[in-house]
């Protein structure tokens, strides 16, 4: 009786567990960094086909409506479903606009994945460096389960948050502003520069 | 004397219990082997399973199980209090799938993370935010969902009365930055190649050396304060008075890390106080500015005889340290939507996370398996 109950919980254990380990935090976003690396070092392409290429990368590896939700934090409610896509959609260029050119630069430094911290049954820290030659730059990537896959909703750079940094600066454009306003913000920004 | 029976019985003992005395030394021997060697398998197999939970291994039952328990303990470990909370967390995830309840009970610990982890921080803060949270709390009572986005994380807010102030000083350093510091660097990167401008750079690391020691004395990191002390030692002696870092080689590998006394006294529990832009010296804040002055005197470079000469150097040192990271504040502000906002948040977080690692070190270590 006692073995039957024990082989019963193992089997509750396992049933429990499996779920959680559909696909390693870590190794999946190794697999996409190597990706994207994959992408960068490829010397056939040129700067609009890589471009291309990691755009479609960034949609796999990211889930770009948690990481637009938690850029808005509470204000994301303020939103109305059309201006919620317009958001997702004008964050995306904004981030595209800004790291576009550093990610381009990327010339061989190393990355190494240190290691993976469960936050929780669904989420998850991946903690990475970059080597270059002056120094050590830690990334951390915070991953959420959904639908059996581990995709990225926030960066950590040096330990600063990128939602929560823009959160910051949404929220400071919100205390004063409308989010039709803060949207006309965000697509002169695309815009512009 | 009868010879002849002491010999027959030293025959005998020489016979029978040196022999007894061997074979069973023989037989302990074996089974200290086997023993041994049954104990590294079964160590083995603990470290494969339970040694690495960070990591992915052969082994998933055990590991995942430690991995999405243990860390969640371990992030919130300096309170006791939190620890029971985590528990029926972890309960109602695994237990029940209703969405709503658990992103309401998800909500309780983590927002008490958010206001235990920094007393002074939430009593300092400018009138402004309090009256914000204070709204989004009873508007959020409708909206689970809400709620639990915005649990997820711990927001870093830091307080900014001087507001007009500090944008002025932003405004202020920025254009030194653009119009005086970015030509002279470009200058001196032409003139200078990076490996020797890193030496540089090492070398000035070396020399705050003080800063650091002392900082992680009063953090009570006394390992840390002996790493520092050995990095010191071995980069002045054989890194050529610290223009080169034999530390941080494969062979030796003694952390790098950095403390200062702002940082200090914001492990003491500490709230940064609120923003402060310094002309010149740049984001800082309350508690920072405090520690800046105690850093200035632990700092070797402020006592060169004239003062001019100590401020020279300094501005040098400056110079060959932004060379090594020009660009990172010009794609700061073009990633920005409002710059100033931005390099705040960043500040402010930065800091919360040295101070919130620097806690965590200086308890006493966790339980095994995390590392």
Excluded at chain 2, 74 to 94: D, G
Excluded at chain 2, 282 to 303: E, I
Aim: net charge neutral; proline share 6%; aromatic share 10%.
């Amino acid at each position: 009786m006692k073995r039957q109950f024990a082989g019963l919980s193992m089997l509750l254990l396992f049933l429990l567990v499996l779920p959680v380990y559909a696909g390693a935090p870590l190794d999946t976003v190794q697999a996409d960094v190597n990706k994207v690396l994959d992408v960068l070092r490829d010397k056939t392409l040129n700067n609009e086909m890589k471009k291309e290429k990691l755009r479609v990368l960034y949609g796999q590896m990211f889930d770009e409506g948690e990481l637009s939700r938690r850029s808005l934090g509470l204000n994301w409610r303020k939103l109305n479903p059309a201006q919620q896509q317009e958001f997702i959609h004008l964050y995306r260029e904004v981030l595209e606009k800004a790291y576009i050119d550093k990610i381009l630069a990327y010339t061989n430094e190393k990355i190494v994945f240190t290691k993976e911290t469960m936050l929780s049954t669904d989420q998850a820290e991946v903690q990475t460096k970059i080597i270059t030659s002056s120094k050590e730059i830690p990334i951390f990537y915070r991953v959420i389960l959904k639908d059996g896959a581990w995709k990225v909703y926030d960066v950590f750079v040096e330990n600063v948050s990128l939602a929560m940094n823009y959160r910051s600066q949404f929220n400071s454009l919100l205390a004063k502003n409308t989010p039709e306003q803060l949207l006309e913000i965000l697509r002169k920004k695309v815009k512009g520069q | 004397m009868d010879l002849f029976g002491h010999m027959s019985l030293q025959e005998e003992i020489t016979n029978l219990f040196p022999m007894n005395l061997t074979s069973s030394g023989n037989n302990y021997g074996e089974g200290m082997q086997i023993m041994k060697r049954l104990s590294f398998w079964v160590w083995l197999f603990f470290f494969l399973t339970g040694g690495c939970a960070h990591r992915p291994d052969p082994v998933p039952s055990l590991s995942s199980s430690l991995a999405s328990f243990q860390p969640r303990q371990f992030m919130v470990a300096s309170n006791s209090e939190q620890i029971a909370l985590v528990l029926p967390e972890t309960l109602a995830r695994s237990g029940n799938g209703s969405g709503d309840d658990e992103g309401n009970l998800n909500r309780v610990p983590e927002e008490r993370m958010a206001t235990t982890a920094d007393p002074l921080e939430s009593f300092q803060s400018s009138p402004e935010p309090p009256e914000k949270a204070g709204s989004e709390k009873t508007e959020s009572k409708g909206d689970l969902q809400d709620e639990k986005e915005a649990g997820e994380e711990k927001e870093v807010t830091i307080a900014d009365p001087l507001e007009p102030f500090n944008r002025a000083m932003f405004q202020f350093n920025d254009k030194l930055y653009f119009w005086a510091l970015k030509p002279v660097v470009r200058g001196y990167n032409e003139v200078i190649p990076e490996p020797a401008r890193i030496s540089v750079q090492n070398f000035f690391i070396n020399l705050a050396f003080p800063i650091r020691f002392v900082s992680r004395l009063l953090q009570a990191d006394f390992s840390g304060a002996a790493a520092e002390f050995g990095r010191f030692v071995v980069n002045t002696i054989w890194g050529v008075g610290g223009l080169f870092d034999p530390s941080s080689s494969r062979q030796l590998n003694i952390p790098k890390g950095d403390a200062d006394l702002g940082q200090t006294l914001g492990v003491y529990g500490l709230g940064q106080g609120f923003y402060l832009v310094w002309p010149i010296l740049g984001p800082s804040s309350a508690r920072d500015s405090a520690g800046l002055v105690g850093n200035y005197f632990l700092y070797p470079v402020s006592y060169i005889p004239p003062l001019y000469a100590s401020f020279g150097v300094r501005a040098y040192e400056e110079v060959n340290n932004t060379s090594l990271r020009i660009g990172d504040y010009e794609s700061l502000k073009e990633a920005a939507i409002d710059p100033y906002v931005a390099l705040r948040d960043a500040y402010a977080q930065y800091r919360q996370k040295k101070i919130e690692a620097r806690k965590g070190k200086s308890e006493p270590p966790k339980p095994g398996g995390v590392r």
